[in-house]
């Protein structure tokens, strides 16, 4: 008998959706268990036909298993296990419609068409799936909002679940060296530049004037490069990277750009690195950042509130270093493996699945 079928997407999505389901897995596996992936596989333009013609399938695997769970950052990729009939628990990241509105307007004719042609079903899959876990689960505040209103249920009762982050990895640089590297500042944006949800095009905007402010500053692109323009004077694109843990030690402030995210997994490792953030209003870094106190969420969009922030900071360092101080912390006491692998412990139990 298959111990724990664990319900995930397909792990060509990456990103959020794979550190997700890779933290679930470990978690899961430390406390005594034995997951089993099984993802439907994902097929552009036709997306919801496949979710449907591919459950039967995990559903039959689903039905073998002890216990079974969804954890995906999109419902409707869980569809197998509620087509198994059986209960199941699932860990959501965000609703269809909260990520849409992002991307939209990035989107090629070609791919908005296709998404307008699976969007109904796709969501009728997400509410199914949603409306029959027990629990449900979300990642953050602003996700839980966005889910509730998928599910057409109340808010207060999806528990929440943050994705841990591993603080050993993700260390601070030696206090004193970090302290050093002000006088030539490096500010370091991680994630897929060329995504337009990422919104990159908003901190080049802004970089001009940061760097006509701080001229020493330098800002590092991490992950796959922008497209379409050239990159402003003080700008680099490293690319992939070895070590993401490694780019984010060395860096004086962390800024994510984004339209959208559910949690934003990138900003809780850049505070357990001892690394101050500046985040758009994108939904799930938000709450996270004020509880923390590690730094500063923008109240919109705006290019100049953007370069405001980030020089107000660079120029103080008595205040950005308080908010490396207190972020660390925060996620030491909070998002660690520890208190994951606790609350996760806490919820197997009440299902009586320990």
């Not at 333009?45 to 298993?65: E, H, K, M, N, T």
Request: aromatic share 6%; with cysteine.
């Amino acid at each position: 008998m298959i111990d724990l079928a664990v319900v995930t997407q397909d792990p060509r999505f990456g990103g959020g959706a794979r550190a997700q389901a890779n933290a679930f897995v470990r978690g899961a596996s430390e406390l005594g268990r034995q997951p089993l992936l099984l993802h439907p596989r994902f097929v552009p333009l036709v997306d919801s036909a496949a979710q449907l013609f591919q459950a039967p399938g995990i559903a039959r695997r689903v039905r073998q298993a002890r216990s079974a769970w969804v954890v995906v950052a999109a419902a409707p990729y869980g569809y197998g296990a509620c087509r198994s009939g059986r209960p199941y628990a699932a860990w959501v990241g965000t609703s269809l419609e909260d990520e849409w509105a992002s991307r939209r307007a990035g989107l090629s004719t070609p791919r908005r068409a296709a998404l307008a042609l699976n969007a109904r079903l796709l969501r009728t899959l997400e509410r199914r799936v949603l409306r029959a876990a027990s629990p449900l689960l979300a990642t953050s505040p602003h996700s839980r909002a966005a889910l509730a209103a998928a599910a057409g249920i109340a808010p207060e009762s999806i528990g929440i679940l943050p994705i841990p982050v591993d603080i050993e990895r993700f260390a601070p640089e030696a206090e004193d060296r970090w302290l050093a590297r002000l006088a030539r500042p490096t500010v370091v944006f991680v994630g897929r530049a060329d995504d337009p949800r990422k919104n990159v095009g908003l901190l080049l905007e802004a970089w001009p004037a940061v760097r006509a402010a701080v001229p020493e500053a330098r800002l590092r692109l991490i992950g796959r490069p922008p497209t379409g323009r050239p990159l402003p004077a003080g700008v680099e694109s490293a690319g992939v990277v070895p070590s993401v843990a490694d780019e984010l030690r060395l860096a004086s402030l962390f800024v994510l750009s984004s339209l959208q995210e559910g949690f934003g997994i990138v900003v809780a490792e850049a505070l357990a690195g001892g690394v101050p953030v500046v985040v758009t209003p994108c939904g799930g870094p938000e709450e996270l950042v004020r509880a923390s106190g590690g730094g500063v969420v923008l109240e919109s969009f705006a290019p100049q509130a953007l370069a405001e922030r980030v020089i107000a900071l660079l120029t103080d360092g008595e205040q950005l270093l308080a908010a490396r101080r207190t972020g660390r912390a925060f996620v030491e006491t909070r998002h660690s493996p520890e208190a994951f692998r606790l609350r996760l412990a806490g919820i197997f139990e009440e299902l009586g699945d320990a």
